[in-house]
């Protein structure tokens, strides 16, 4: 109880201070909320693009109904697949038709249907790796009546090296986020508990122990820390409704995210208080 009435104390005798270090505090995670929201769309737009990762594995027009349903019984059998779709010549018209209707017209005067039949293989998320995708095209190149199998593999090699590319980017950048606002958050709660020197300097003379000296400012310290979590929160949502109304649609990131935000903000701010008394009380 005294280290809670000290903490609400030390607000009211010092509100501008008290609003400086949970401000610097706000700023601080702000930033890094502003990469969290930018990391966790290009997370969203690299899976959209991922989902559409499939092999088309082309038939020749001489095989036979009872072959092909060999292979679709076979090709199901590799846990990497998880659903294949046969697409007859017809149906390949049809969509060359409705997708192609630049070329639509070239295909309704031919009196020869042209497009090969071809079945269509998607794969588990987990498995739609470059070394998966090869796995299962040279077990449907197995098959004498497969002409061709194909998945874009360039194309899904430069998505998966952009995807290492984010990664590594998102964890460099956002150590060096943390880092600074973990420094930003320790200078502002020094800067408070240098203001109260002399109340701390008064508790050593009648006797005080450092523990209990030191609970209100870590109890100050996390919620100074909290509240800026809350304010570094309530901006990076603006920011998000401004770009979503003004720019472009993006989604807002997950609620654990902003929990684990809010949290980080309390411990930053317990541990940076915790720091700034221990090295105050060590000199004193």
């Known amino acids: 109880m005294y280290a809670?009435?000290?903490?609400?104390?030390?607000?009211?005798?010092?509100?501008?201070?008290?609003?400086?270090?949970?401000?610097?505090?706000?700023?601080?995670?702000?930033?890094?909320?502003?990469?969290?929201?930018?990391?966790?769309?290009?997370?969203?737009?690299?899976?959209?693009?991922?989902?559409?990762?499939?092999?088309?594995?082309?038939?020749?027009?001489?095989t036979r109904q009872s072959e092909i349903d060999l292979f679709l019984r076979?090709?199901?059998?590799?846990?990497?697949?998880?659903?294949?779709?046969?697409?007859?010549?017809?149906?390949?018209?049809?969509?060359?038709?409705?997708?192609?209707?630049?070329?639509?017209?070239?295909?309704?005067?031919?009196e020869v249907n042209p497009l090969p039949q071809s079945i269509e293989i998607a794969l588990h998320p987990l498995s739609r790796t470059p070394e998966a995708l090869a796995k299962v095209v040279k077990a449907a190149q197995g098959y004498k009546f497969?002409?061709?199998?194909?998945?874009?593999?360039?194309?899904?090699?430069r998505l998966f090296a952009l995807r290492r590319i984010g990664l590594a980017t998102t964890t460099a950048a956002g150590a060096a986020f943390a880092m600074v606002a973990a420094l930003i958050i320790g200078a502002a709660l020094r800067i408070a508990v240098f203001?109260?020197?002399?109340?701390?300097?008064?508790?050593?003379?009648?006797?005080?122990?450092?523990?209990?000296?030191?609970?209100?400012?870590?109890?100050?310290?996390?919620?100074?820390?909290?509240?800026?979590?809350?304010?570094?929160?309530?901006?990076?949502?603006?920011?998000?409704?401004?770009?979503?109304?003004?720019?472009?649609?993006?989604a807002w990131i997950p609620f654990s995210w902003v929990g684990i935000g809010l949290t980080a903000g309390l411990l930053f701010g317990t541990i940076s208080s915790a720091v700034a008394i221990h090295l105050h009380l060590k000199k004193v």
Do not use: H
């Not at 769309?41 to 990762?53: D, F, P």
């Not at 697409?87 to 070329?103: G, V």
């Not at 199998?149 to 360039?154: K, S």
């Open 4 to 62: 809670i009435r000290e903490a609400m104390a030390a607000f009211r005798r010092a509100p501008i201070l008290t609003a400086l270090s949970a401000g610097m505090v706000g700023l601080a995670l702000y930033v890094v909320g502003l990469f969290s929201l930018a990391t966790y769309n290009l997370q969203i737009a690299l899976a959209a693009i991922e989902e559409r990762v499939e092999i088309v594995v082309y038939i020749r027009d001489n």
């Open 74 to 110: 076979e090709i199901m059998d590799c846990q990497e697949v998880s659903s294949t779709n046969f697409i007859s010549k017809m149906d390949a018209l049809e969509r060359a038709q409705r997708d192609l209707p630049e070329f639509g017209q070239l295909f309704l005067d031919s």
């Open 146 to 157: 497969v002409e061709d199998a194909l998945y874009g593999e360039e194309w899904v090699d």
């Open 195 to 250: 203001a109260r020197r002399e109340e701390i300097y008064i508790m050593r003379l009648v006797g005080a122990r450092n523990g209990f000296i030191r609970s209100p400012f870590l109890l100050e310290g996390a919620l100074a820390g909290l509240t800026g979590g809350i304010l570094a929160s309530g901006l990076t949502y603006g920011s998000y409704m401004g770009v979503s109304t003004y720019m472009l649609d993006v």
